[in-house]
Each structure stands twice: as C-alpha cells, then as structure tokens.
C-alpha cells in the first residue's frame, strides 16, 4: 500500500464514524489498510475470505464495503452480485469498492457489472481510497435524503389525492342529473371539466305555476379552490331561486351575499334564466356569453349580457333581463365559454360570433351537444379545448 506523506488528522468526528468492512485475503495488505482507514476517521471490519465479508454484511449494520476483487471462495464480483441480488433494501443499496490488482479496462467493467460503485487499483492510495469512501458516503447520504422527500411528497400526493376525490365527488353531487319538467319543453345538458374539479356550475329549481328557473356560473380556476366556489354557487342560487321570482334579481341577491363572503376579493361570471309552459324565456347575465336562440328556420339571436361580474361591485341597482318567446322548434342555449373555448387551425381562439355562426348548421334534436361539439372540433386545429365546459340547451317542442 502507498503512504506518500504523513497521515492526516481525522476526516470523521469519532462520534459518527462510518462502519467500513475490508475484505482482503492477505492479513498483512488488510491489517495495513485497516490501520490507515481508522486513522483516516473510520471504524474498520475485517474479514479474510468472501464468505466471511458475506456474513458479517448481513448480521451487522454498515455503512460501506471496500472488497478486493480477488479472493477465495467468493471474490469480491460475486459477493457483490449477491448484494444487489438481496431481499433486504438496505444490502442492495450497500456501497462497495472494489480494489483490484490489475488496471485494464476488462477488469474494471467486471466490477460494473458486477454493481459496484467505484474501484480503486493496488498498490493502494490511502488519500484516494479515503476521498472515494467519503464521496459515496456522501452520495449514499444524499439518496437517503432524496428517498425521504420522495416519500414525504408520496404521502403529500396521497393527502391531495383524497382531497381531490372528496371535492370532485362534492362537485358531482352539485351537478343536477335529472332535469325540471316544464310542459312543452325538453332540457339536455353537458358538462366536461377539464381537470378532476371544473370551475363551472350550472342547476335548476322548479317554480311556480309551472315555470322553471335555470343557471348557470362560470368561477375563475380549477381544482379545490374552484369546487369551493362552485359548492357557494349553488347554495346561493337555491337560496336566492327560493325568495326571487325574477332572473335579475337572483343575480342581484347571488351577488350580494357573494361579496358579503369576499368582499370584492373573487369574482365569477353567471346566468339565470326563467322559461314557462307557454314558450316564454326570460334571461339575465352578469358578465357570461350571451344566451343564444336558434330558431327553426335557422336564424340565430343573442340576449345579454345585462351587466358586470358577479363579485365584482356592491350594485343595488336592478340588473336589465331579456324576454322571448320559443316557438315548436326553436332552442335556447346557455352556456359557459368552454364551448368556444377550441382553437381554429391558425390557433385563434373561437368567439361567441363562431359559436352563433355553428348554431345555424346544427338544429335541435336527439344528441344535440354531440353533433354540436362535432360541428367545433371539425373547423377547430383538432386540440382539446383548454377551459371548462358546461351548458344546457332549452328545446322547445
């Protein structure tokens, strides 16, 4: 072994030496080298033969092993190869030095192979197999770290994964499946989220005299944050649907106890709308999409917006509604801005007007949302849309 200038001080505090076994079958070569090792702030095993290194490497706690690479019994490839081949995680992740007596490129690839970490070629260097125990201890001590904070986001993920089902499956039970019965009128809805949990919200209530009150929010993001402001949503449409008879002023009253909660600090577009056995239809929107008719000859109207985002102002002032009549045939369509929410083959995003503009192809009936959302996707650069959606087509029959 080369000693080529005098030992220096300990590199370990002796209160956390490193366990280090050296496996040599030259008692002399391994007394040397386990002298200098402790001098170099290691404690030292030692063992003769392979089989021996293997035993004392699966009865005691260590830390490294540094194994010549040609012993009786078992050499140190071999007893590496088992190593890596254990049951135990804590023997597969042991690091091992191989020390070899040759210095050709075969030799080296054998230890490789065979799943050590480095190699150091004899006549050994004190200095150098000092610094090489020392750099895979540190790079052992890092992958324990980094196997750590893996677990640790591992038990984050599964935190957020649960609070991701509880949201989306609340956000599911918000989602009315079975829509009013109003006579003379058949009722179809849609809704895609993007992720898990939409920002989007959409009900209904039944009214007197036969009528129906129907709407619709779009909040800002996705995710938990956004299924809180949906589940708000529709706890104050309910409540607002159940003292207002008039489009409008449910808006009015949703807003005012939405910023009662934020106080100006968040904001969602809305829709409300009221149809009645006769035909009528009566709209109101605050800051949403138009509402779009379709009536059976194939000509297109838009009604709204009738004012400001909900959140946005304290308004007392009454919000401007609109009012029509729906003959056999027509439609009446709200919806969030998902459905233009495609992209067009130069990658603009679509508008409402390429929405109104669809609607005249696309009459009422059976599947309407499928042949409807056919119709975008065909003049749309064939991507997913990027946003939410949620709508409800009003048939009139």
């Known amino acids: 072994m080369e000693n080529r200038r005098a030992s220096p001080p300990p590199l370990v505090a002796p209160a956390s030496r490193p366990v ?15 002298d200098a090792l402790q001098r170099a702030g290691f404690e030292v095993r030692q063992a003769g033969d392979g089989a021996a290194a293997l035993r004392i ?81 540190r790079l052992r001590s890092l992958s324990h770290v980094l196997r750590q904070q893996n677990e640790e986001l591992a038990r984050w993920r599964a935190v957020q994964e649960a609070d991701l089902a509880a949201a989306r499956a609340t956000q599911q039970a918000l989602i009315p499946t079975r829509p009013p019965e109003v006579k003379g009128w058949s009722i179809e809805a849609i809704y895609q989220p993007v992720m898990e949990i939409g920002g989007d919200v959409f009900g209904w209530r039944s ?22 402001f949906t589940a708000l949503a529709a706890q104050l449409f ?48 605050a800051g949403h999409p138009p509402l779009f008719v379709r009536r059976a000859d194939g000509t297109v109207e838009a009604f709204g917006p009738h004012g400001t985002l909900l959140g946005l102002q304290d308004n007392d002032q009454p919000l401007d509604q609109s009012r029509t009549v729906l003959s056999s ?53 064939q991507e997913p849309a990027e946003d939410d959606l949620a709508a409800i087509a009003l048939h009139r029959l």
């Open 207 to 228: 009214a007197r005299q036969g009528r129906a009150v129907l709407w619709l929010a779009d909040a800002t993001g996705h995710g938990t944050s956004a299924a809180l």
């Open 20 to 34: 280090i076994l050296l496996a040599d079958d030259e008692a002399i070569s391994r007394r040397l080298l386990s």
């Open 57 to 137: 490497a699966e009865e005691e706690t260590l830390d490294l092993l540094v194994l010549d690479f040609e012993m009786p019994s078992l050499d140190g490839a071999e007893i590496c190869r088992r190593l890596r081949a254990s049951g135990r995680e804590d023997l597969k992740a042991l690091p091992v030095i191989m020390l070899t007596a040759h210095a050709g490129e075969a030799e080296e690839i054998d230890c490789l192979h065979a799943g050590a970490n480095d190699f150091v070629t004899k006549p050994v260097s004190r200095d150098i197999l000092a610094a090489r125990i020392h750099t895979q201890l």
């Open 238 to 285: 309910r409540q607002a649907s159940d003292t207002q008879h008039r489009p409008a002023a449910i808006l009015q009253t949703v807003n005012q106890e939405f910023r009662k909660v934020f106080g100006g600090r968040a904001f969602m577009t809305a829709c409300c709308a009221m149809i009645d056995p006769k035909g009528s239809l009566t709209f109101s929107s």
């Open 329 to 381: 045939g027509d439609l009446a369509l709200i919806y969030s801005d998902g459905l233009f929410g495609f992209k067009g083959p130069d990658n603009e995003r679509f508008s409402p007007t390429a929405l109104k503009a669809m609607l005249r192809d696309v009459p009422p009936g059976e599947a309407f949302f499928e042949r409807l959302l056919a119709a975008l996707r065909r003049v749309s650069n």
